[in-house]
C-alpha cells in the first residue's frame, strides 16, 4: 500500500516580521510566494476569507510555485458569517465560481471556518453540508470545516460530517476544540500554540511527534494520543490519507521554521519517542512534499 501524502505549510506568505525571520534580504516582495513554496510544501491562503480574487490571480499563483505544490482557500466570510450556514448557497456558489479553477491540481481543501460564536444545529448544518459540491468544472473539491464552540463535542456533529466526508480541522490548541476523530478521506491540522521563545515555534520533540502521527494518518493508521469524540472502531481495512498540516497561528514569526523543522523530520525519518520510551521510526513511504531551495 503507497502511503498518502504528507504536506506541511504556513499561512499565507506576506506577513512583516518574515523579513526578519524567514526571507532573504534579496527576495523581493513580488518573488516571495515564489520563495515560500520552495521551503514549504502547502500554504493556507487566508487573503480569499476577506475579498474574492480574480481567475487572473489564480493563474499566477498556479504558475509560480513548484508542480507538486498545493494551496488550500480559506472560504468567504460572506458564507460563513451568517446565522443560518443552510442559507449560504447563493454565496458559496459566487466564491468557487471566482476562479479557483484556475489553480488546477494545485487546488487543495477549502476551510470552511466557522465563527466563534457559531453553534452546534444539525439541521442547518446538514443543510450546510449538502450545499458543498464534490467538483466544478470536472475538478475535484475537498471540503474541510472548522468548528470553535464547544457545542461541537458531540458524537452527533462527528456522525453528520462523517456522511459527506467531510474534514474537521484538528487544532493544536487550548483556545479551541480539539479532537482527532478522522471524518474524511484526508487529514486537515492546524497547530496554533508556536511561541516566540523559541526558534521553531515548537520544542523539537513536539514537531518529531507530530511528523510521526503524520506518517501514520497518511497510511490509513490514527494516533492513539489525541483527544476524541467518538471511540475509534478498530478495521482491518485501511486506506491511505492525504494529510495537511498548517503551523498557522500564536508566534506567526516562528512558523515557517517550525513547518521547515517538521519537513525535515518527514524527510529524514527522525524518530519520536514512543509511550515505551524506545524510538519508532517514521515510515520512509510518504509521499511528503520534497523541500526545494532557492
Known amino acids: 500500500m503507497t502511503p498518502g501524502n504528507i504536506r506541511v505549510g504556513i499561512g499565507g506568505w506576506d506577513y512583516a516580521p518574515w523579513r526578519e525571520t524567514f526571507y532573504p534580504a534579496d527576495v523581493p516582495k513580488t518573488r516571495q510566494l ?15 476569507f476577506y475579498r474574492l ?5 489564480f493563474a499566477k499563483w498556479h504558475d509560480t510555485v513548484p508542480d507538486d505544490f498545493v494551496f488550500s482557500l480559506k472560504a468567504s466570510r460572506f458564507v460563513m458569517n451568517r446565522r443560518e450556514l443552510s442559507t449560504a448557497g447563493e454565496s458559496m456558489q459566487r466564491f468557487l465560481g471566482s476562479g479557483i479553477v484556475q489553480l488546477k491540481e494545485k487546488l487543495g481543501p477549502i476551510l470552511w ?10 439541521e442547518d448544518l446538514e443543510g450546510f453540508l449538502k450545499l458543498l459540491p464534490d467538483e466544478i468544472s470536472g475538478q475535484r473539491l475537498r471540503h474541510v470545516l472548522e468548528v470553535r464552540h464547544e457545542s461541537f463535542e458531540q458524537e452527533a456533529f462527528i456522525d453528520l460530517v462523517r456522511q459527506f466526508n467531510v474534514a474537521t480541522v484538528l487544532a493544536d490548541s487550548k483556545k479551541y476544540p480539539s479532537f482527532a476523530d478522522a471524518t474524511a478521506d484526508f487529514i486537515y491540522a492546524r497547530l496554533l500554540s508556536s511561541v516566540a521563545s523559541r526558534p521553531e515555534g515548537y520544542e523539537k520533540k513536539a514537531l518529531a511527534k507530530w511528523a510521526e502521527r503524520a506518517t501514520q494518518w497518511a497510511e490509513g493508521d490514527e ?6 469524540l467518538v471511540k475509534r472502531k478498530k478495521t482491518a481495512a485501511v486506506k491511505p490519507r ?12 516562528r512558523a515557517p521554521a517550525a513547518a521547515m523543522k517538521l519537513l525535515e523530520y518527514l524527510r529524514d525519518g527522525t524518530p519520536a519517542p514512543s509511550k515505551s520510551g524506545k524510538k519508532k521510526p517514521l515510515a520512509k513511504g510518504a509521499k511528503h ?3 526545494k531551495k532557492g
Open 223 to 228: 494516533p492513539d494520543d489525541l483527544p476524541r
Open 113 to 122: 471556518q466557522l465563527a466563534p460564536t457559531a453553534q452546534f444545529h444539525a
Open 34 to 48: 515564489e520563495f515560500a513554496s520552495r521551503h514549504v510544501t502547502t500554504i493556507e491562503v487566508n487573503g480569499t
Open 289 to 291: 512534499a520534497k523541500q
Open 242 to 253: 492525504d494529510v495537511f498540516i498548517y503551523v498557522i497561528n500564536g508566534a506567526k514569526e
Open 53 to 57: 480574487q480574480t481567475p487572473e490571480t
